[in-house]
């Protein structure tokens, strides 16, 4: 486990950009079983692939014009228990962080997972995202 005020400078960047944190199981199991509305869950981590694509794209993906109801977040390797509670509820997904999951009443509809994220552009990042936004956002 991370300290938490080590993964603090991570976490607040995707909080300044207007993400919420939930850093427990019942946060997570309230904003992920709300009915008619779609939520962003982005895996945070402390890895170099976060810190240069995860964290840039989601934030350039939160400012499309069609976004989801809600930007949320949880950090692994300090979050332990929201983390497993929000990779539960990505069915068919392997654990991987960083990743990004958009859930619509409760499914996960799309997801990205850290081999999608490594290498890749925050921009390509960002176009992934926000293709998906407008497929399930609407």
Not at 4 to 15: H, K, Q, S
Not at 43 to 49: E, K, P, Q, W
Not at 65 to 89: I, W
């Amino acid at each position: 486990m991370y300290d938490p005020i080590m993964v603090a400078p991570m976490r607040d960047e995707l909080l300044a950009a207007g993400f919420e944190s939930l850093s427990t199981t019942d946060q997570v199991n309230d904003v992920l079983t709300r009915k008619d509305q779609t939520t962003l869950v982005v895996v945070n981590s402390v890895c170099g692939c976060a810190a240069a694509n995860a964290r840039p794209g989601a934030i350039l993906a939160a400012s499309h014009k069609q976004k989801p109801n809600n930007l949320t977040t949880v950090f692994a390797g300090v979050d332990r228990d929201a983390v497993d509670r929000a990779r539960s509820y990505f069915r068919g997904y392997m654990p991987s962080s960083p990743s990004m999951a958009l859930m619509k009443n409760g499914e996960c509809v799309f997801m990205l997972q850290r081999h999608e994220i490594e290498g890749r552009d925050p921009r390509e990042i960002a176009e992934r995202l926000t293709q998906a936004f407008d497929e399930h956002c609407a």
